[in-house]
């Protein structure tokens, strides 16, 4: 399968890193149009809307993801766009039905990221139970359960402990099965992601670390009698050479907003103790990783284009089936990558299903 490719939207402002280097990036509507019309034609496949209803550690705004979808779905004729949801905040019933109109209005490019939720003063600030960290991904799963039953059966009956869905219809029906995307790194998301979801996102990690929670997730798949994709979160940095590349790296990671910094590092280490484990998805990032929100540093996706789309390949060989990028500009890095790096891609693929061929 040819690697698929994705971006991150910025409809939150402050962009993808918590940092005061300027950026050209733009998170109003109109902006957010531009980059996905670009993404489009320059060979993405997916964007990642992300999720937030209070914005926190250097942003102000965001944009919801469902509605910015929508909208966008309207401007562009092949992206596929996936919406972040975050249960608790949300019905598993009236996000179905929001998703199975996103699905016409897209003509069949709809798809969710179950976000189970780190931010405490989220669900506090909205007047919503905040649970212990594993019981927000037992009802993740349920909530994927009831997407899925809602979209493929004519009535939904569910008798789970934190939803109950009672003989309910949903017409129409999604033009295609919207695919079901999550992250999480603790025990508890790796068993979720095998037993429900068609998708894994992994947060920035070494290539020994990702090959290790491919095989984990794939064993656990297996049990169920499933199988996942695997998709990698990268910030990507490509420029003429690489010191210029590392140089971006380095000014960014020195005007970052320490004081946001350190907000969301106590936070989701607070998330993370509250899993049987005492780990959650930032366990083991340092100061500078938490710069980009889900570890893209570590990616290694930092260099010429030729590095990146070697590095790229080398993530395919272990397993990955999409890159999920962020780019400090997205009014120039966005479309540079799409025609720098993924042809070379492209290329490279090639070249190795010509080799296995003639094996």
Do not use: C
């Not at 103790?273 to 938490?290: C, I, Q, V």
């Not at 893209?296 to 284009?305: D, N, P, V, Y």
């Amino acid at each position: 399968m040819a690697l698929k490719f994705a971006y991150w939207v910025p409809n939150v402002s402050g962009g993808l890193v918590i940092s005061k280097i300027p950026q050209k990036t733009d998170w109003s509507f109109e902006a957010n149009t531009r980059y996905a019309q670009t993404a489009e034609q320059v060979g993405f496949d997916f964007a990642l809307l992300q999720t937030r209803f209070i914005a926190s550690y250097g942003a102000e705004n965001q944009l919801e993801a469902i509605t910015l979808a929508a909208a966008l779905a309207g401007a562009t004729k092949k992206l596929n766009l996936i919406a972040a949801i975050l249960p608790g905040l949300w019905h598993p019933g009236v996000v179905a039905k929001m998703i199975a109109t996103l699905d016409h209005i897209s003509h069949g490019r709809a798809a969710v990221n179950i976000v189970s939720g780190w931010f405490k003063g989220e669900f506090n600030g909205y007047g919503e139970p905040w649970l212990d960290h594993d019981e927000r991904y037992r009802r993740s799963e349920e909530f994927i359960r009831v997407l899925r039953e809602m979209w493929t059966s004519e009535e939904t009956t569910f008798r789970g402990d934190f939803y109950r869905i009672n003989k309910a219809p949903l017409k129409p029906k999604p033009i295609s099965l919207p695919p079901i995307f999550q992250g999480g790194n603790s025990k508890a998301a790796r068993q979720m992601a095998a037993r429900v979801s068609d998708w894994y996102f992994m947060n920035g990690n070494t290539m020994d670390g990702f090959k290790t929670q491919i095989d984990e997730i794939k064993s656990l798949a297996a049990i169920e009698g499933r199988k996942l994709n695997f998709g990698v979160n990268s910030f990507v940095i490509v420029r003429d050479t690489e010191e210029e590349a590392k140089q971006v790296l380095r000014d960014i990671v020195a005007n970052a907003d320490a004081e946001a910094v350190e907000g969301f590092r106590d936070q989701v280490r607070f998330a993370g103790k509250a899993s049987p484990e005492r780990e959650g998805m930032w366990a083991n990032s340092k100061f500078e990783d938490l710069v980009q929100y889900n570890d893209g540093f570590k990616t290694g996706l930092i260099g010429t284009a030729e590095q990146v789309a070697d590095r790229i390949i080398e993530l395919k060989k272990i397993g990955v089936d999409l890159i999920l990028t962020a780019f400090l500009h997205y009014d120039e890095d966005l479309k540079a990558f799409g025609e720098k790096v993924i042809p070379l891609v492209r290329q490279k693929e090639s070249l190795i299903e010509k080799k296995v061929e003639s094996i």
